[in-house]
């Protein structure tokens, strides 16, 4: 499959890695293809491709967004609507506010979330929630946590989210994805990032996960 990236972060790496080591055809997208960080990722993974947002955008049949959740709204308008229409869109982003220093705050939530702000700026794209509560590492790893623990998407396309739950589960090796329903249950799963940035703190870490029992 053709995939786009979105963000030369840590979290864009470790997507974008695990998505040519499983054999997918991406392009990883910076402001500049040549730029230092999505040239190196490139070369270090031997088949991954550099580009710009636009060309991640264009190349992908799915498009992760792993952008820091501040310049989110800001690179998808640099990757361009037209680019993304009709396509899955995985956001992977969340809105935390370093400005004051740690912990962070939410700049949007309770009645919006980021997830309904991409959704809306990009109104023809697929948007699906999805990877923003744990780890990066084990985004792409859920074995380094023991035993089994969840992970939750939303989104208001059934077609899309049962697209992003195949890579999930096939991919990356997820057992337990919650689907929570439109994409208005992002508020709730960016929520959970100021407990989990506590959590970090007692965890001694960041490698766990949430694990729901009823």
């Given at each position: 499959?053709?995939?786009?990236?979105?963000?030369?972060?840590?979290?864009?790496?470790?997507?974008?890695?695990?998505?040519?080591?499983?054999g997918?055809?991406v392009?990883?997208?910076?402001?500049?293809a040549?730029?230092?960080?999505?040239?190196?990722?490139?070369?270090?993974?031997?088949?991954?491709?550099?580009?710009?947002?636009?060309?991640?955008?264009?190349?992908?049949?799915?498009?992760?967004?792993?952008?820091?959740?501040?310049?989110?709204?800001?690179?998808?308008?640099?990757?361009?609507?037209?680019?993304?229409?009709?396509?899955?869109?995985?956001?992977?982003?969340?809105?935390?506010?370093?400005?004051?220093?740690?912990?962070?705050?939410?700049?949007?939530?309770?009645?919006?979330?980021?997830?309904?702000?991409?959704?809306?700026?990009?109104?023809?794209?697929?948007?699906?929630?999805?990877?923003?509560?744990?780890?990066?590492?084990?985004?792409?790893?859920?074995s380094?946590?023991?035993?089994?623990?969840?992970?939750?998407?939303?989104?208001?396309?059934?077609?899309?989210?049962?697209?992003?739950?195949?890579i999930?589960?096939?991919?990356?090796?997820?057992?337990?994805?919650?689907?929570?329903?439109?994409?208005?249950?992002?508020?709730?799963?960016?929520?959970?990032?100021p407990?989990?940035?506590?959590?970090?703190?007692?965890?001694?870490?960041?490698?766990?996960?949430?694990?729901?029992?009823?």
């Open positions: 499959m053709k995939i786009g990236v979105l963000g030369t972060g840590m979290v864009g790496e470790a997507i974008a890695t695990k998505l040519v080591a499983i997918h055809d392009v990883m997208g910076s402001r500049s040549t730029g230092e960080k999505v040239v190196a990722w490139a070369k270090a993974t031997g088949k991954g491709k550099a580009g710009t947002f636009a060309e991640a955008a264009a190349h992908g049949e799915v498009v992760f967004n792993c952008t820091n959740g501040t310049a989110t709204l800001e690179v998808l308008k640099a990757a361009g609507a037209a680019n993304l229409k009709g396509k899955v869109l995985v956001d992977v982003a969340n809105p935390l506010d370093f400005s004051k220093g740690m912990p962070p705050s939410l700049w949007v939530c309770n009645i919006d979330s980021l997830g309904e702000q991409v959704q809306r700026a990009v109104p023809e794209a697929r948007v699906v929630k999805a990877l923003n509560t744990v780890n990066c590492e084990v985004m792409v790893k859920p380094l946590v023991p035993g089994d623990h969840d992970l939750f998407i939303c989104g208001n396309d059934a077609a899309a989210k049962a697209v992003v739950t195949k999930l589960k096939d991919g990356f090796g997820w057992k337990i994805v919650h689907d929570l329903g439109d994409i208005k249950a992002a508020r709730g799963t960016e929520m959970v990032l407990m989990w940035i506590q959590l970090m703190g007692v965890m001694g870490g960041p490698t766990f996960n949430f694990h729901l029992a009823h």
